[in-house]
C-alpha cells in the first residue's frame, strides 16, 4: 500500500483509514517514530508489552525443560549466597 499524504501548516499528517484500519489504530494511539536515513518510518506502540513480546525467542527454549531449568537456575543462587 502507498498513499501520498500532506504536511499541514502545523507539520501534522492525516493517517489514512485504510492504513488505519490494516494497523487497528484508533484515536489516542501512540506510534513510535524512527528516522532512517532518508525515511521516516512511524509503527505502532504496542497496546501490551506482553502480548507483544508472548513467544519471541522461543527457538532458544526448544527441547529445553523450563521448570527443571529454573530450579537449577535457583539453586545455583543459593549457593552463590
Known sequence: MSITVKLSRK?????????????????????????????????PKPKSYTEYTLGLHKEVWKGVEVDRYLEEERESWEERA
Do not use: C, H, T, Y
Open 11 to 43: 507539520n501534522q499528517i492525516v493517517i489514512p483509514k485504510e492504513a488505519r484500519g490494516k494497523l487497528g489504530l484508533s484515536p489516542g494511539d501512540e506510534l513510535f517514530v524512527e528516522v532512517k536515513k532518508d525515511r521516516m518510518v512511524m509503527r
